[in-house]
């Protein structure tokens, strides 16, 4: 599910006003074990990025508050920062990277919400807005949301969104310093390396990433020239006819007579064909190819990624 032009306003709105706001998310960090209760930092960036919501022109024809709660509603939940209008509805989370957490809070908020929709025609946006805790839990975080994502594909709710924006405030020094998004409706995209090479490639999605695998190590490795060879490195992941379109082709690259054919039906997370898998046997000496995740970044003043974040 794409994000509609609204919401990617939205989202940048968060990010360019997380950023100005950051100190708050700093001091909170440094509070200290003796006020590890006090969440007075993190009630005026709330309160911040609230007001920078109602005031911007892009997302200001939404109604925006902060505690938001149902009279209908027994218990005492409350959303951090809600904001409404007759077409759309934003929830706005603001947690530490605790994956519990994250998961615990999408379903009651999003149970909150379609439970009191006035208009079920509405789209809804979910925005996880994540700072680190003691535990480094980002990726726990992320792989949750993508968790809540999938579901909401599988049960075909195609006016409901889930999107992450993670300030990382070991970064954050200036104000030309970038935050994550984590969009999962985009293509991910990565930087392939080999262990001596110093002009790393990068590729958009698994598929064409691995296929920039192969070729790199092909390229590097020219006593490969059977297929079999291939198969002893990269195993499964490779085959020599595309099979049930399982395998797609890999341009002008032959072994012999026979064209490389790479794998396509990635899998985040799962037994069989995970792509942390690959990853991991492309890291071995063996292989001596490190593929890093290129997130999606904010930054404050202009776009780094524009062509594929806003």
């Not at 009279?71 to 809600?82: G, Q």
């Not at 690259?253 to 792509?275: K, P, S």
């Amino acid at each position: 599910m794409a994000l509609s032009p609204l919401q990617e306003k939205i989202v940048k709105a968060i990010c360019v006003s997380s950023l100005k706001n950051v100190d708050d998310i700093k001091k909170h960090l440094a509070r200290g074990k003796n006020n590890s209760h006090d969440h007075t930092y993190i009630d005026n960036f709330q309160k911040k990025i609230c007001k920078y919501l109602n005031d911007d022109n892009n997302t200001n024809n939404l109604q925006w508050k902060t505690e938001k709660t149902f009279p209908k509603i027994k218990n005492k939940d409350s959303i951090d920062i809600y904001g409404e209008s007759k077409s759309d509805v934003c929830i706005i989370e603001i947690d530490a990277t605790r994956a519990d957490q994250v998961a615990k809070k999408f379903l009651s908020r999003y149970a909150l919400c379609i439970l009191n929709q006035k208009n079920p025609a509405q789209n809804i946006l979910y925005v996880a807005l994540l700072y680190p805790d003691t535990q480094n839990g980002k990726p726990e975080c992320e792989k949750f949301l993508r968790y809540c994502y999938d579901i909401l594909i599988k049960t075909n709710a195609k006016n409901v969104n889930v999107v992450g924006i993670y300030i990382d405030t070991t970064k954050v020094q200036n104000a030309n310093t970038s935050i994550e998004l984590w969009d999962f409706n985009r293509q991910s995209r990565f930087r392939v390396s080999y262990t001596n090479n110093h002009q790393p490639v990068e590729a958009t999605g698994m598929t064409k990433c691995a296929k920039e695998v192969v070729k790199l190590y092909l390229k590097n490795n020219p006593k490969i020239t059977a297929f079999d060879q291939l198969t002893n490195v990269f195993n499964k992941y490779v085959a020599r006819v595309p099979g049930k379109s399982r395998y797609s082709p890999i341009k002008d690259t032959y072994l012999g007579n026979d064209q490389v054919h790479i794998y396509t039906q990635w899998r985040e997370y799962g037994d069989e064909y995970n792509w942390d898998d690959f990853v991991n046997l492309c890291n071995r000496k063996k292989i001596g190819i490190t593929i890093k995740k290129i997130p999606p970044k904010y930054q404050l003043g202009r776009h780094i990624a524009e062509k594929y974040i806003f």
